[in-house]
């Protein structure tokens, strides 16, 4: 079966190529907009959004669709609009819990096949002084809290309940899971 990745964050690709996948990188052109104001439902229909975009240039493909944002203090924080947007980000989750959501959805238009899930992990950001937060802002301006985990120079996150890799954009558990039932 053809696979075609929904996006081009380096990192799903390198998951997805981790994984043992053969597949095809096609963005999605979508604008990220969105009615719902829950995290879980945001992501989710973000990543259905995607996938049917892509999906219906490729009908007979599984396309998988992503999309990742954290959830703190009532606010949902996606990518830094630029360094002193990243900044203030840092500033609102320094020292703090948060919320990473990833919603993927398995698209086959084909065969009408679909599957979603969303999987979430706590994560426990350790308390920078001013200084440090200034040097990191600006850093990691395509992801979704202004930070990395999956980099090794970036300790901002210090304990987490739950995936790793779906803090880094692509929960494999639940994908592995999904693609099974997918496959089916």
Known sequence: MKI??????????QILKE???????CPSELA??????RPHLQVADLSAKKALEVAQ????ACVIG?????????????????????????NKLNGTWQTVYTGVTLIHLNSHT???GVDKTACKARKLAAQ??????????????AYAVQDSDDQFIEKMKGSRTNVV???????QKMFKEFSK
């Open 4 to 13: 075609i990745l929904a996006s081009k964050s380096p990192r799903r690709i």
């Open 19 to 25: 994984l043992g996948f053969s597949f095809k990188v």
């Open 32 to 37: 990220e907009d969105t009615s719902y104001k």
């Open 57 to 60: 240039k490729y009908p007979d």
């Open 66 to 90: 992503a999309d990742t944002l954290v959830y703190c203090a009532g606010e949902v924080i996606g990518k830094p609009k630029d360094k002193k947007d990243a900044l203030r980000i840092l």
């Open 114 to 116: 679909f599957l979603q």
């Open 132 to 145: 440090e937060l200034k040097e990191m802002a600006g850093k990691h301006m395509d992801k979704a809290g």
């Open 169 to 175: 954009g692509f929960p494999v558990e639940l994908f």
